[in-house]
Nanobody, 115 residues
Framework: EVQLQASGGGLVQPGGSLRLSCAAS????????MSWFRQAPGKGPEWVSS????????IYTDPVKGRFTISRDNAKNTLYLQMNSLKSEDTAVYYC????????RGKGTQVTVSS
């Protein structure tokens, strides 16, 4: 059974940092592009970033470029998202997905940026 579980969210002040983790089970992430999405209250899902199978190629949505970094440890079957210089508009539930398939998301983690 494919399972994805994000963790590492929390409450942080504007300008702060968080590192999200996504533990995968039931498949090897080393064979897949992996992605992060987020969903703010009352809004639809927004793609944030993707990493190809070996981590050598990464892409980001414009609002997070230069602030967020996606990475992966294929040996640990875990995906990460380092988030720096956080803004209030980054407040959302964050999910990881296999490839860019929103339907594959598992448990998300809440990120709240507020003073």
């Amino acid at each position: 059974e494919v399972q994805l579980q994000a963790s590492g969210g929390g409450l942080v002040q504007p300008g702060g940092s968080l590192r999200l983790s996504c533990a995968a089970s039931g498949f090897n992430i080393s064979s897949y592009t992996m992605s992060w999405f987020r969903q703010a209250p009352g809004k639809g899902p927004e793609w944030v970033s993707s990493s190809n199978a070996d981590g050598g190629s990464t892409i980001y949505t414009d609002p997070v470029k230069g602030r967020f970094t996606i990475s992966r440890d294929n040996a640990k079957n875990t995906l990460y998202l380092q988030m720096n210089s956080l803004k209030s508009e980054d407040t959302a539930v964050y999910y990881c997905t296999r490839q860019s398939n929103w339907g594959s998301r598992g448990k998300g983690t809440q990120v709240t940026v507020s003073s």
